[in-house]
């Protein structure tokens, strides 16, 4: 079974998203003008669909109203019983009634983790400051909660908190975490990718970290196979075959290309004989997903 690890979807009339419907907002990943409609579990599977894949994980995606979407997530996953869905909802780890808020999520048949963002571009963070969750002791402790209800963590950050990202991990070693887009390698020079390397051991080392090769476009807008080859390449010898996964994160990579060429480069970047684990088994088994 092939699975697509990292993917959004959304109905506008359903859920509101302020990010997606800002209007003249240029963000660090681009205009979002071409994505501001609806995009569907028909049209994202119908394109999936022709590479072999036959099931997926939704990761929440800045909705306004977080469980709105997480229901609306559960919902399109019961009137689709033909695809395999399952979700990673945003829940705030640090908030007051954290245990209430888990326990409303895990109603869900499809809930298998939480994220909450920790970086997403530098000018960005430092508008919305996120990186401080890393020195919220409340954050740590929320991330040893879900650890022991069962779930996981969707982890996105920047390298620049790699470092004290992993400072807190590995106080909370029974969480599984999936590192989204590879760290966020937002410097693709050579001195900048060397530097994210370099970072990305302290996440690597951590046997409970595997990594999504995913949204590597959102910082190259006009990238190719050959310019997103060492981060692919580095993300396969620091994890290893059995802790990446593949996730296409469109729509918003559809601004930079089509599924098809996107799956195609990773298709060719990842060895042949990874391919079953890179593009599914790790996936099925990270996020407990069956046919």
């Given at each position: 079974?092939?699975?697509?690890?990292?993917?959004h979807?959304?109905?506008?009339?359903?859920?509101?998203?302020?990010?997606?419907m800002?209007?003249g907002?240029?963000?660090?990943?681009?205009?979002?003008?071409?994505?501001?409609?609806?995009?569907?579990?028909?049209?994202?599977?119908?394109?999936?669909r022709?590479?072999?894949?036959?099931?997926?994980?939704?990761?929440?995606v800045?909705?306004?109203?977080?469980?709105?979407?997480?229901?609306?997530?559960?919902?399109?996953?019961?009137?689709?019983?033909?695809?395999?869905?399952?979700?990673?909802?945003?829940?705030?780890?640090?908030?007051?009634?954290?245990?209430?808020?888990l326990?409303?999520?895990?109603?869900?048949?499809?809930?298998?983790?939480?994220?909450?963002?920790?970086?997403?571009?530098?000018?960005?963070?430092?508008?919305t400051?996120?990186?401080?969750?890393?020195?919220?002791?409340?954050?740590?402790?929320?991330?040893?909660?879900?650890?022991?209800?069962?779930?996981?963590?969707?982890?996105?950050?920047?390298?620049?908190?790699?470092?004290?990202?992993a400072?807190?991990?590995?106080?909370?070693?029974?969480?599984?975490?999936?590192l989204?887009?590879a760290g966020?390698?937002?410097?693709?020079s050579?001195?900048?990718?060397e530097?994210?390397?370099?970072?990305?051991?302290?996440?690597?080392?951590l046997?409970?970290?595997?990594?999504k090769?995913?949204?590597?476009?959102?910082?190259?807008?006009?990238w190719t196979?050959?310019?997103?080859?060492?981060?692919?390449?580095?993300?396969?010898t620091?994890f290893?075959?059995d802790r990446?996964?593949?996730?296409?994160?469109?729509?918003?990579d559809?601004?930079?290309?089509?599924?098809?060429?996107?799956?195609?480069?990773?298709e060719?970047?990842?060895?042949?004989?990874?391919?079953?684990?890179?593009?599914g088994?790790?996936?099925?088994?990270?996020?407990?997903?069956?046919?």
């Amino acid at each position: 079974m092939r699975i697509d690890a990292h993917h959004h979807l959304w109905d506008l009339s359903a859920v509101h998203y302020p990010w997606l419907m800002a209007q003249g907002v240029e963000r660090f990943f681009g205009d979002p003008t071409p994505i501001q409609r609806n995009y569907l579990l028909e049209e994202f599977s119908g394109d999936a669909r022709q590479h072999g894949i036959s099931g997926s994980v939704h990761i929440q995606v800045g909705a306004e109203n977080p469980l709105q979407e997480a229901l609306w997530v559960q919902e399109v996953a019961e009137a689709n019983p033909h695809w395999p869905l399952v979700q990673v909802a945003f829940c705030d780890l640090t908030s007051d009634t954290l245990a209430r808020d888990l326990d409303r999520l895990q109603n869900l048949s499809t809930l298998r983790g939480v994220r909450q963002i920790v970086g997403r571009a530098p000018d960005e963070d430092a508008v919305t400051s996120t990186n401080a969750l890393l020195e919220n002791s409340r954050f740590l402790a929320g991330l040893k909660e879900i650890a022991g209800r069962g779930l996981r963590f969707d982890l996105q950050l920047i390298p620049e908190l790699m470092e004290d990202t992993a400072h807190v991990l590995a106080q909370a070693s029974d969480l599984q975490v999936a590192l989204c887009h590879a760290g966020s390698p937002h410097d693709r020079s050579v001195k900048g990718l060397e530097a994210w390397a370099n970072e990305l051991k302290l996440l690597s080392a951590l046997p409970n970290v595997s990594c999504k090769l995913s949204g590597l476009g959102m910082f190259d807008h006009q990238w190719t196979q050959q310019s997103i080859a060492p981060i692919v390449q580095t993300c396969l010898t620091q994890f290893g075959q059995d802790r990446v996964m593949f996730g296409s994160n469109f729509p918003v990579d559809s601004l930079y290309s089509n599924y098809t060429t996107l799956f195609a480069a990773m298709e060719t970047l990842v060895p042949n004989d990874w391919h079953a684990a890179v593009f599914g088994d790790n996936a099925a088994r990270f996020y407990e997903l069956k046919a």
